[in-house]
């Protein structure tokens, strides 16, 4: 199996880093004589490292390491005019440059902090090879691990049209490779080749594409084969692969930058890590596939020409390691891919604090998100974003500390500063199913200091209640509770309104114990939000919450609408049932129960808009749409109301007067059949009738029969009145309803001229 060849060979060059020393450098330099390296260290950018004395040395026998450069000067005399140390105590390295390299420099180094027997270090293996060019009768030959190198075979013009072979030296015998007769060696198979270029020429290549490190060694060129065959010898050196070096720190990020050149820019690309010697496992690729192992704490974004970048935050201990970048049609490293190498190293002793990084949260709750970031730089630009599972993944910023928030975040998502000196703090709330995930810590300075929290969100009720969405009303006063449980006792309540650029504070009123917890109702409490009076200003997003200093806690929601009261709704609503026509009887006996029983008259009964037609029977009520259009008014109702009363207050006297009088005056006799009504003034005073004295009558004619006499016997009248027939005299039932009439109709003339204006009530 070939496919897997070369990340075996990439093995046996980086074997596994040892992590118990903060100092990291490369394991394993190749270079060629005449060649210059330079060789990069990192260690923990602390104060006592940045001004620690940093040193290069060479081991020797017996575990003794001598100097041959130092950070305080010194330089050995091998290494004067062609090696220097500079330090970059700002991003925690130093570099080691030599120039002029020479085989005797090969051997094993180490590059370390404080001194050179004790102090911390990490070691380097370099291997200087010998260079290209001729040496005796051998051509050598150097090329990269992965490259392509052409081995050039003269031969003489005798050999010309015979066949061409290169064979390799392996023991005591030399095998075949290829030859002019189509033959290839199963090694070499799809990426060697013989190539003649014109027949005049007296020179053969060799060409070999993707070179492995099996591929070193010495091959023999032959023209011809007999005694008279032409043959040269080439040494063919593979220089392993420098890999670029990364140094992050547990709990931080790192950024790979890979670039392939533009021949492989519309190529799938992909990052593996080398686990053993059977596979590079895929990290992410850009057809979709991220390892379980990086999950939400990954990112590929392509560029131009080739390029692409890699980003890891939350970084492990496990993360350690060697990585491959590179681009194939099917998303994977295979033989041939074109790939760069990557050597992760991962500090320990860190500098990031450590936080949570998976926190829980119940549906309608709250979650607190402790942020880190690099303190040197307080006034960099926060952001908290959301990772989401896209081709090469993406994260989609939600807020920003400049007050930038996400609209579909609007009242529920806040960055505060505090509590500052490294850590920024984040509140989500209201939190549904689809909150789940993950989310990065950004800041627009130190990258190395990003950081990922998982959300999860689990079964449970929200800690604190309150009321999900209220109406306030414009102008008046507005209490809101919010009820605390007893675990928040000693905690700091408080009442905000959210906006993009923060939750401004607002007076608060404790209430005391709240009924809402059953297990702790005397420690419980209930903090209330007033706003006295209620502006248009005040609609909006509210927070209640606890916070022990500069350490926020659980929070909750809720959105105050504010709206206009319409004022005399309610009576509009009493006009609307009282719109109902009632017939009243124009009986004496039922008027004056309603006069008598006012006070207790409904609302339909007052709302009256005719009165009955005394001749006509039944009559309906007055209409209230005039009354309606003045009733919003107290002033026209009490100037209509007041003459009513008083009408009707008036006709009770009259009519109570004139019964009584009449009770008193009327006696009622009955002569047999005939039944009529004879106020006794009629016998005391017979002229009211008309009536005179006449001493000429007849004693029969003056009296009055009482029986016997015939019913028809005629009466005697005054012969001087007025011929006409005398009316019949009417009964007190029939005066009643007179008077009660003339009432009625008095009573609506004054109410209809009440009507028209005060002024002529």
């Keep these: 199996m070939t496919r897997f060849f070369i990340f075996v060979c990439l093995l046996v060059v980086f074997p596994v880093v040892s992590m118990k020393s903060p100092i990291f450098g490369p394991q394993e330099v190749s270079r060629v004589e005449g060649d210059s390296v330079s060789i990069r ?34 330089v050995s005399d091998d290494y004067k005019g062609r090696a220097n140390l500079t330090n970059f105590p700002e991003n925690g390295t130093f570099v080691i440059d030599v120039v002029q390299l020479t085989q005797n420099d090969s051997g094993r180094y180490k590059c370390g902090l404080g001194i050179s027997s004790r102090g911390l270090s990490f070691d380097v293996s370099l291997e200087v090879s010998r260079g290209p060019g001729q040496i005796n009768d051998v051509q050598v030959y150097t090329a990269d691990l992965g490259r392509t190198v052409t081995i050039s075979c003269p031969f003489k013009a005798a050999n010309l049209q015979k066949k061409k072979s290169v064979c390799k030296m392996m023991s005591q015998s030399c095998v075949l490779i290829a030859d002019t007769n189509n033959y290839m060696n199963p090694s070499y198979e799809g990426r060697a080749h013989i190539s003649i270029q014109g027949t005049s020429q007296l020179v053969f290549s060799f060409v070999i594409n993707q070179i492995q490190l099996s ?25 392993k692969p420098d890999p670029e070096l990364i140094y992050g720190d547990l709990r931080g990020s790192v ?53 692409f970048t890699v980003h890891i935050t939350g970084l492990k201990k496990e993360d350690a390691g060697l990585y491959l970048c590179g681009a194939d049609s099917d998303g994977v490293p295979q033989k041939g891919s074109s790939t760069q190498a990557w050597q992760l ?26 942020c880190p970031y690099n303190p040197k730089e307080k006034d960099s630009l926060k952001y908290w974003c959301r990772w989401e599972e896209t081709q090469n993944g993406r994260c989609r910023q939600l807020v920003e500390s400049n007050g930038l928030v996400d609209e579909q975040y609007e009242g529920r998502l806040m960055l505060y500063e505090e509590p500052g000196n490294g850590v920024y703090t984040v509140i989500l709330n209201q939190l549904t199913t689809q909150d789940a995930g993950f989310y990065w810590c950004l800041t627009n300075g130190d ?15 929200p800690s604190l209640k309150v009321s999900k969405n209220v109406t306030a009303w414009l102008g008046e006063p507005f209490k809101l509770p ?36 059953v297990n702790c109702s005397q420690q419980s409490q209930i903090t209330s939000l007033n706003l006295n009076p ?25 959105y105050v609408a504010v709206e206009t009261r319409v004022k005399g709704t309610q009576d509009a609503r009493q006009a609307s049932a009282a719109g109902e026509e009632v017939a009243i009887e124009p009986r004496a006996r039922d008027v004056e ?118 019913e028809s016997a005629p009466t005697i009248e005054d012969t001087t009145e007025t011929k006409e027939p005398k009316k019949a005299k009417r009964s007190s039932k029939e005066e009643a309803d007179a008077a009660f009439t003339a009432f009625l109709l008095q009573a609506n003339n004054m109410a209809a001229g009440a009507q028209d204006g005060p002024r002529e009530a």
């Design 593 to 710: 129960n309603k006069v008598l029983l006012g006070p207790s008259l409904s609302a339909e009964e007052r709302a009256v808009k005719k009165v009955g037609d005394p001749a006509g029977g039944r009559g309906v009520l007055a209409d209230s749409s005039s009354s309606a259009a003045q009733g919003g008014s107290s002033k026209v109702l009490v100037s209509v109301l007041v003459p009513v009363a008083l009408v009707l207050a008036l006709g009770v006297v009259v009519i109570g007067v004139l019964r009584a009088r009449h009770r008193k005056n009327v006696d009622r006799i009955s002569i047999r059949s005939y039944r009529t009504d004879i106020s006794m003034s009629d016998f005391e005073n017979s002229r009211d009738f008309g009536a005179h004295d006449n001493t000429a009558a007849s004693p029969d004619t003056q009296e009055t029969s009482l029986g016997g006499k015939d």
């Design 534 to 558: 209620v502006t248009k200003e005040d609609e909006g997003w509210y927070w209640c919450g606890v916070k022990d200093g500069l350490q926020y806690g659980e929070t909750a929601a809720v």
């Design 215 to 239: 591929d070193a060694g010495m091959y023999v060129c032959q023209a011809g084969e007999d005694s008279s065959a032409d043959k040269s010898n080439a040494d063919l050196q593979v220089l």
């Design 447 to 461: 990258i190395s200091w990003r950081s990922v929290v998982e959300l999860k969100i689990v079964e449970g009720e």
């Design 482 to 517: 919010c009820h605390f449980p007893c675990k928040f006792y000693s905690s700091e309540k408080y009442w905000c309104k959210w906006s993009n650029t923060g939750c401004r504070t607002l007076p608060s009123q404790d209430q005391g114990a709240s009924q809402a917890f």
């Design 345 to 370: 190293f991962v500090n320990e002793e860190t500098q990031i604090p450590q936080s949570r990084s998976v926190v829980k949260g119940v549906v309608g709750s709250s979650v607190v998100v402790s």
């Design 41 to 74: 260290c990192f260690y923990p950018s602390t104060s006592v490292n940045r001004h620690s004395r940093k040193y290069w040395c060479r081991q020797e026998a017996k575990g003794r390491c001598t100097t041959l450069i130092s950070s305080g000067g010194y």
């Design 255 to 307: 950024t790979i930058d890979c670039d392939l050149g533009p021949e492989v820019k519309s190529v799938p690309k992909f990052l593996c890590r080398l686990k053993n010697e059977e596979a590079c496992d895929v990290v992410i690729n850009t057809l979709k596939t991220k390892s379980p192992d990086f999950e939400g704490r990954i990112l590929l974004t392509t560029g131009n020409n080739g390029r």
